[in-house]
């Protein structure tokens, strides 16, 4: 693909300026896998927790980290909560800094092992399962300038990261939906799809691009300076105004400890993620939702670049039996790009005989809306 190759050429040195990758993620840092942060659920019961008015203080990528000195005095942050904003619905804080976390800690090992020609890399997220990531370098990519290729391996590095991260939290969601627990004490399948969870990877691979890519800031600062800005354009709410939000939607999307709803429009195959807004607010009659794009190397630089990543996933988890049920050749790992959307057909057709035919929609009849990127 000499073309591909030209144009990122041209498009790199005459508009990328130059820029570091994130200062504070380095490589004795990058060897710890993001710490785990305890969820929310999205309505009242056991596992339901109010996000605190005010700023959430300076993200930790590991708890106890030695702070920047030009943040001394800043608290630590808030790792737990639920948040309403105006745009995005409901957002679980412990879900937004994980997927923030885990593409920075991706990022860092695939621009590493893009640097070094490597061709595979395998990696674990917090479950057993295991995902195969396969690079095809295009044709002159050895040829191309050095700072060239350095700009190149930063933005694939990341948006690789951002696509990786996001499989493999809808991942979680499936696994979780089929009784997966982080302990076999347990399943997790209440707080499986529910409305916080999905707007909350969307938003922050989106935020973990930014701050990664921000050459002023150490990793942890960049963070938290995306997070507030993120959430203050998304119409971020009080802690009142997000309990009326969550009281406007009782008996609808919740009864006591209980979702009645499910979030299933992942993005699996549209490509975007609608979130769902509470109406008639006083505080916001009339919401317009934010459209998230789901991550892909179909725009890197201006050029499609789907061919230079392969995700295959091996499940390696009890709930695997239930999920291949959907899949024509059960032994084979499966293909996120063409495997999600036959399985979430089915977890769908799944949902509505449990929860009946509305439990997809937030409304019986949902106003028609294009949104705003």
């Not at 990696?123 to 995902?131: A, I, K």
Request: aromatic letters at 12%.
């Amino acid at each position: 693909m000499p073309r591909l190759i030209l144009l990122f050429l041209a498009h790199l040195v005459l508009v990328a300026p130059p820029r570091l990758f994130a200062r504070d993620l380095t490589p004795d840092l990058a060897t710890r896998r993001p710490r785990v942060r305890l969820a929310s659920l999205p309505f009242p019961g056991l596992f339901y927790h109010e996000a605190p008015n005010g700023e959430f203080g300076t993200h930790h990528y590991i708890p106890f980290q030695k702070m920047d000195p030009r943040t001394r005095g800043s608290r630590f942050e808030v790792s737990r909560g639920m948040v309403y904003t105006k745009r995005a619905g409901f957002i679980d804080l412990a879900h937004l800094r994980k997927t923030i976390d885990w593409t920075a800690y991706i990022a860092h090992h695939v621009r590493e092992k893009l640097r070094r020609g490597e061709s595979q890399w395998k990696v674990r997220f917090y479950e057993p399962t295991l995902f195969y990531l396969r690079f095809r370098y295009p044709e002159g990519w050895n040829q191309l300038p050095a700072e060239t290729k350095a700009h190149l391996l930063d933005e694939l590095a990341i948006q690789i990261a951002q696509e990786v991260t996001y499989v493999s939290l809808t991942w979680h969601e499936i696994i979780t939906w089929y009784g997966y627990g982080a302990t076999l004490l347990f399943s997790e399948k209440a707080s499986a799809f529910t409305v916080d969870d999905v707007v909350a990877h969307a938003l922050g691979v989106r935020i973990a691009g930014a701050a990664i890519r921000n050459p002023h800031l150490p990793y942890n600062q960049a963070v938290t300076h995306t997070l507030e800005s993120e959430l203050r354009a998304l119409g971020r709410v009080s802690r009142a105004q997000a309990r009326e939000a969550l009281e406007q939607v009782k008996g609808n999307w919740w009864t006591w400890n209980r979702s009645r709803k499910r979030f299933l429009d992942v993005g699996y195959p549209q490509g975007k993620v609608e979130p769902w807004l509470v109406r008639d607010l006083s505080f916001d009659p009339a919401p317009e939702p934010r459209i998230f794009t789901v991550p892909s190397l179909r725009n890197v630089a201006g050029q499609d670049c789907r061919e230079m990543l392969d995700i295959r996933i091996q499940p390696r988890v009890l709930q695997s039996n239930k999920v291949h049920q959907w899949l024509p050749e059960r032994e084979n790992p499966i293909h996120p790009e063409e495997d999600f959307p036959i399985i979430l057909d089915g977890i769908r057709t799944e949902m509505k005989k449990k929860y009946g035919p509305q439990a997809l929609l937030p409304y019986a009849d949902p106003p028609f809306t294009c949104g705003k990127n």
